[in-house]
């Protein structure tokens, strides 16, 4: 599958092959392909709820013939998800990525190879990928340090790594190549978080900028404003005797929001309650503690001297083993903050069915819901009348309290356009993101920028002369 034909002296432009996550939110993965070299960027899988196809189209990888390198820009499973087969097909491309980023894809990929065991135990469902695929992937994989350049394809291109805010170790890329300069962003953030500073902007100016646009048509609320009205909403609900089903990301918005409700209580603004944690978010809260490079500048002084900022000694925070799961909704007024973010599964789903009945519950969501997902159900739930739906294979009336908070890892529509008028690109690609999101995007760019909304399948071509 690798031998290779002569590399030609020209190369006749550049051509980036958007496979997945150009019109949607999930299973991205782009080629870039320069002369006969070829680089793959983000490989993962469609997130939501439903009967959807969960890859990416990677017959059409391969139908482009060998690749030189894989790059992937962070670890959410959107775009790590299908690096597994992808590694099959090419067992000798090398992978890169930031330290940060391997570590928790360790954590990811371990977590679905355990999912995916219990399906075919529980439902005789075919794991998409066996375990040795991974452990030989993760052997592949090259850590680079932040914003060094790296000699790629025999130096024919040179890679940079700069951090991206979004979650830990998240980074935007930069190719730079004979037929001009690339930019993929990944997925990023401009406000500060809690976890990670905003994206560092490079200081060169790309000729081609591919951004996601996941809130292309969407502001953001004031960041501080809206973590104390989701703490002082908590606290109220907990107060009153109640229990609250945060369901979060387990990388990301999980660390977020316990920051968020840890904080409020040490500084005395709520009253003190416990929070406790399930899914694999706690071993990605040890990971967030092992890099304090990556974090924020308050959070990593933090680390430095105090070590752990979510389970520390006297931490309302308490990571529920399985067996005891069934008692926290039996036990005492609390927060629980559990995975998966959109309800399609893991122990928030059956916090969700527990707690959902109780009109002195509540279930607050923070993220970015797929509109097939039962977050997304959940939501649509807040107004009706005699809302029910399933959750663990039953019939659930949604009588608890159901609100929406935005602490989105994700650049908003104005931010997205005053950086990419910043970068001064001549092409802008939009993607990850959807229809609606794209097009009212597109609207706000730069007037003389040539916008465009790739479909997945399509293939663009750039030439800088
Ligand atoms: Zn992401
Ligand atoms: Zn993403």
Redesign the pocket.
Known sequence: MNDRKAVPQKANGMKIHFIGGAHEVGGSCSVVEVGARRLLVDCGQRMGGGDIDRLPDLARVQELGPIDAILVT?A?A??IGALPLIHLAYPQAPLYTTEATLALMRIMLADSLRIMQSRWLQEAEIPLYPEHAVLSMLARVKTVPLGQVLPLCQGEVQMTFLLSG??LG?CSLTLDTAEGRVLFTG?YSVDAQRTVDPLVVPKIRPHVVITEATYGNRLHANRKAEESRLAEAVAAVVTAGGKVLIPAFAL?RAQEVLLILIHEQRVGRIPRFPIFVDGMVRNICQTYSLFPEFLGQRLRKQVQQEGNPFFYVGSPARAVETKNRESVPLGEACCIVASSGMLTGGPSQFYAAELASNPINAIFITGYQDEESPGAKVLAMADQVEPTMRLMDRWVTMRCKIARYNLS?HADAVQITSLIATLGPRRCYLVHGDTGARQALAQMMPPGLSVLLPSNGEMAEFQTS
């Open positions: 962070h959410h959107d775009h979004h979650v998240a997925d990301g890892a």
